[in-house]
């Protein structure tokens, strides 16, 4: 089946530690994105990338890094410099550019929870 | 930029019943989308509902219908014969503009449905 897969699902840090995230998606899309959830907040956005080796900064980008080495593969890094990152992180990804609305459609995955001890 | 509001922190349903959230937007794009995304206790975002700014007609989604009012800038979520499962957390987002796409998302609404 195809979709997207963000390990692991629960992660705990201690202070000063740099954490990875992962998100993989195996439904050949170009774009993904990493958002940010707290209580009461609809989610912002960290990072995104719309092509391999490409990635741009979303609205809180600050404390946090990606790659994109893979089309398939998008890990987000939470480092120590992040004063609080304890969060609910998504995943996302969207099949294209393009204006048709097929390509406007992101689709999620199922969310890695961050704590910080 | 682009900013969504859904001035519903909360709202109740009576099972079968209708029920309908608000969300207003602004945007300074041409050519945007709009969309409602439920989210259950799973916290899995599921795609509820899209609509294309440039159409006039309202998407409908079997229960699920939209109010979109363009000049307004209204974009509101009709629920018909309200389920148990309906139970979630419903997010507005607005997309728009030919660079990253990005989806702006508002606050959310909690939907609680009575028995």
């Known amino acids: 089946d195809g979709g997207i897969t963000q390990s692991p699902k629960y992660l705990f840090r201690k202070e000063g530690q740099n954490v990875t995230l992962s998100c993989e998606q195996n439904l050949n899309h170009d774009a993904m994105y990493w958002y940010r959830q707290d209580p009461g907040q609809g989610l912002r956005l960290i990072y995104y990338s719309q092509i391999v080796n490409d990635f741009q900064k979303g609205d809180i980008a600050e404390g946090y890094s990606v790659s994109r080495e893979k089309k398939e593969s998008f890990p987000l890094t939470v480092t120590s410099a992040q004063k609080n990152p304890t969060a609910f992180y998504l995943c996302?990804?969207?099949?294209?550019?393009?204006?048709?609305?097929?390509?406007?459609?992101?689709?999620f995955g199922p969310g890695t929870r961050l704590t910080v001890l | 930029a682009q900013t969504v509001t859904q001035s519903q922190p909360e709202m109740s349903v009576q099972e079968a019943e209708t029920v309908t959230l608000s969300c207003t937007y602004d945007?300074?794009?041409?050519?945007?989308?709009l969309f409602w995304y439920k989210q259950p206790p799973s916290r899995q975002m599921i795609l509820v509902i899209r609509q294309e700014a440039y159409k006039q007609q309202n998407a409908t989604e079997n229960r699920f219908s939209v109010n979109f009012q363009k000049a307004a800038k209204s974009f509101s979520l009709k629920i018909s014969d309200s389920q148990l499962g309906d139970a979630a957390m419903y997010f507005c987002a607005t997309s728009g503009g030919a660079g990253s796409y990005q989806l702006t998302f508002g606050k959310g609404t909690k939907l609680s449905v009575i028995p």
């Open positions: 996302a990804s969207r099949l294209g550019t393009g204006s048709v609305p097929i390509y406007n459609e992101q689709f």
């Open positions: 945007t300074s794009e041409s050519d945007y989308y």
